[in-house]
């Protein structure tokens, strides 16, 4: 999918509508969670939140007209472990199309593909389904 092809970016989101909307996000906050840390190994400052908002902006509100910045943070914050995961539930397919707009302005940014983060999201997920707790 070429960054900025609202066609292609509708078609995909649209693919991933129909998955379980919750497994979804769950992925999707381990890769961004995945990506910031290779890209901020030695923490995130105000200063990268800011500049990794603003970049996220600058790429994609021109082109995705339905794009919202206060859905924007609040991907970020899920990501991070700082957000009720009740409060995203009434606006999980935006979630889910804007969180897709965030990997991949992450995954720009970072020059690498999705491959590897998402294989590392899943392996992790299924390693945390296993564990029986006490």
Known sequence: MQAGDLGE???ASAELAVLD?????????AVIRALLEELHPTGLTGD?????LERCV?????WYP???????I??????LG??????AASTAGMM???????????????GTGSSRYLNAAIAEIERGETIELP
């Open 82 to 87: 700082m957000s009720d995961p009740a409060a």
């Open 58 to 62: 600058r790429a994609s509100a021109g």
């Open 48 to 52: 990268h939140i800011r500049d990794v």
């Open 9 to 11: 970016f509708s078609d």
């Open 74 to 79: 609040a991907i970020y914050t899920g990501a």
């Open 96 to 110: 889910s199309t804007h969180a897709s707009i965030v990997i991949a302005d992450l995954l720009t940014a970072a």
């Open 21 to 29: 909307t919750e497994r979804v996000g769950i992925v999707q906050a």
């Open 66 to 72: 339905e794009f919202d910045v206060n859905l924007l």
